[in-house]
């Protein structure tokens, strides 16, 4: 047993969403969405964890830990509540939270979109508005302008992939609701583009920033037959965000699990004709979707797996794998790891995350991997999506009714980790981390 030592200058930080942490942001289509008869929302998000008002509270107690990288979202919905109608007062907000955040010696890492859009775009079709991407860079150059020289790292477009596949197929209970493969495509192809402008927007405003989107990765296990399948899926779901990102000064990699595919070897060849198909594939894609969905969320995870909240496999060093990938695509790239971590009731499960997952990615910077840092999520118990807020991924427990904050041993466990750059393993019973 002996210390992983991590490099100097690492990035060590916790993420949030502003609409799964801030609360009332009624001007989104996520408000909307939640509040409609026949989605799979569990409960709509409220007031969520108050963050827009404790974001100072918030923010110190992250710095305390000893991380030194706060990632949270700009909310589009707040700064432009109606076609070409920007409110200064919220976008000093957010010059405020990146202030508050330097002020503690932080790096601010803002995500200029995390899934949310304003209602008046959803009203237009979202994603599938054919001046969507447009817009998108014009509400960034304004964020951009404004936040100047004090931000240093920009996340463009939240987990694409996730976007597209959970609301344009509705395989995820997310807005708008579409579940055809036509529109599916049309997503793809608008927040490709809607990436390209918004880096090339920072890149304009502000050179020396750093660009890059953040990817849902998976580890992705098959058996012969499955293997069409899960090609077809890597393919649309991260093939064709993470080739756009080749101009990227890093990518941002996010992995919460291995999904595992078992199909008799005899089907492939079936399959595979059926999805290279486009009548088949429309047909065949929304089906399996729709099915897979309305299936029990535990029952991601196959019998005997150990599973998470989310029914997710327990899986941390799925991030390694994924993370392994993107460094033999784009060799010599920085990479960051801007998303990982579990829903769990308890707590030494997220210690236990925590620790195999970095134990992981330690491996590959053994490896020369151009690993720059490692971002965990959340910072804060928040809004699930359409999961509502059973499911618990904070370093920081929060009771809605008071907003009590609790640090949690994991919080302290990872923030003992950032501030030595070493990490004890395997790691000592959570009573003591
Ligand atoms: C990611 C999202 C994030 C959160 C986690 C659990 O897909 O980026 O908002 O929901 O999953």
């Not at 790691?427 to 981390?433: E, G, L, R, S, W």
Request: proline fraction near 6%; charged fraction near 25%.
């Amino acid at each position: 047993m002996s210390d992983l030592v991590f490099p100097e200058g690492f990035l060590w930080g916790a993420a949030t969403a502003a609409h799964q942490v801030e609360g009332d942001n009624t001007n989104s289509d996520w408000w909307a969405w939640e509040r409609r008869p026949g989605t799979p929302c569990r409960e709509p998000s409220g007031t969520a964890c108050d963050h827009y008002g404790r974001f100072p509270e918030d923010i110190a107690l992250l710095a305390d830990l000893g991380l030194n990288t706060y990632r949270f979202s700009v909310e589009w919905a707040r700064v432009e509540p109606s076609d070409g109608t920007f409110d200064p007062a919220a976008i000093d907000h957010y010059r405020r939270v990146v202030e508050t955040a330097r002020s503690h010696g932080l790096v601010p890492m803002v995500t200029l979109n995390h899934f949310t859009l304003p209602a008046w775009l959803a009203d237009r079709g979202g994603w599938l508005a054919a001046d969507a991407p447009r817009l998108f860079e014009r509400y960034c150059r304004q964020v951009v302008g404004a936040l100047g020289d004090a931000v240093d790292w920009y996340c463009t477009v939240n987990e694409p992939g996730v976007v597209a596949f959970g609301g344009y197929l509705g395989a995820l209970g997310f807005p708008p609701g579409t579940r055809d493969v036509g529109s599916w495509r049309t997503a793809i192809g608008g927040l490709v583009e809607a990436h390209r402008r918004a880096r090339a927007a920072v890149k304009e405003l502000r050179p020396s920033a750093r660009a890059g989107a953040t990817h849902s990765m998976q580890e992705w296990e098959a058996s012969a037959g499955g293997r069409p399948v899960i090609d077809y899926l890597r393919r649309m779901n991260e093939d064709a965000f993470l080739e756009a990102s080749a101009e990227d000064d890093f990518i941002g990699v996010q992995t919460y699990t291995r999904v595992r595919l078992d199909v008799p070897a005899i089907a492939a060849p079936l399959v595979r004709a059926a999805l290279a198909v486009p009548r088949i594939e429309a047909l065949a894609v929304p089906w399996i979707v729709g099915r897979e969905t309305r299936r029990a969320p535990a029952a991601v995870a196959s019998d005997g797996v150990r599973a998470t909240q989310m029914g997710y496999e327990f899986r941390p060093e799925a991030i390694a794998w994924t993370v392994a990938r993107v460094a033999r695509m784009y060799p010599g790239k920085d990479i960051v790891v801007t998303e990982h971590g579990v829903a769990t009731a308890d707590d030494t499960e997220r210690v236990e995350f925590i620790a195999g997952g970095l134990a992981s990615l330690h491996r590959l910077l053994g490896e020369g991997v151009p690993l720059r840092g490692y971002v965990h999520w959340s910072l804060l118990d928040n809004f699930e999506w359409a999961r509502g807020y059973e499911m618990t991924f904070g370093l920081i427990g929060v009771d809605r009714a008071t907003q009590r904050r609790t640090v949690r041993p994991s919080a302290r466990m990872l923030g003992r980790v950032a501030a030595t750059g070493r990490l004890a393993f395997p790691p000592k019973p959570a009573a003591d981390a």
